[in-house]
């Protein structure tokens, strides 16, 4: 999926040269005036960064930042100020700001920064949505294939499993085949991996 780069900055112009800075490079992009704005068209759903105005009316950039955080929105943060201070860098980098450009920055910067941003985004979006299909096939399973499952996620083999549900080793067995099946794992090691990444002890 394409990744998209929205720039937040109520500085008109500025805005409009850091979209047509991004457009000239392939890339899709969609500028905001406002924090508010930005969150009233809604959090993209696709890899994504913000380029991010430190102080704006209303709604500072710090303040988006914050806000997203508490409502475990993951966006990569490019901030771009011409009020940069120590104190104010280290607040946003400490908070998982990708980078903090003072203005006036170099095209280039900006766009390492931007692509080292869309980088991070796209790895956690994959995991993300790979989990969330797994979480989907997982629904397949019936209330003994989770109980065998969890289980295996402790780390037992299939006699133990067998001895502490009270059921024979080939009954275990057969259930732990057909989870193996309905969560498309490609072998044992991959088996394990789904196991775990579900979580269901």
């Known amino acids: 999926m394409k990744p998209l780069v929205v720039v937040v900055d109520d500085d008109e112009g500025l805005r409009g040269a850091v979209v047509d800075l991004f457009q000239s490079v392939g890339l899709d992009v ?10 009233a068209a809604g ?33 990569p943060i490019v901030f771009i100020t011409a009020h940069a ?12 700001a990708i980078n903090f450009l003072p203005k006036p920055f170099r095209d280039q910067d900006l766009i390492d920064a931007v692509w080292e941003a869309l980088r991070v985004d ?21 209330p003994r294939e989770v109980e065998i499952l969890k289980a295996v996620d402790r780390g037992l083999l299939n006699k133990q499993i067998a001895h502490e549900l009270g059921i024979a080793e080939i009954t275990v067995k057969m259930h732990r085949s057909s989870a193996f099946r309905k969560l498309r794992a490609t072998n044992s090691s991959d088996f394990i991996q789904k196991v775990k990444a579900l979580e269901l002890g």
């Open 30 to 39: 969609a500028g905001y005036s406002s924090a508010a704005a930005f969150l």
């Open 43 to 75: 959090v993209p759903d696709r890899p994504s960064c913000l380029v991010l105005d430190v102080r704006m009316p209303e709604e500072s950039g710090l303040e988006l930042q914050a806000r997203l955080k508490s409502a475990n929105k993951c966006l």
């Open 85 to 96: 201070d120590v104190s104010m860098s280290v607040r946003a980098m400490r908070q998982g």
């Open 122 to 142: 796209r790895d956690r979006w994959t995991r993300d949505h790979r989990l969330m299909e797994l979480r989907r096939l997982a629904n397949d399973l019936t």
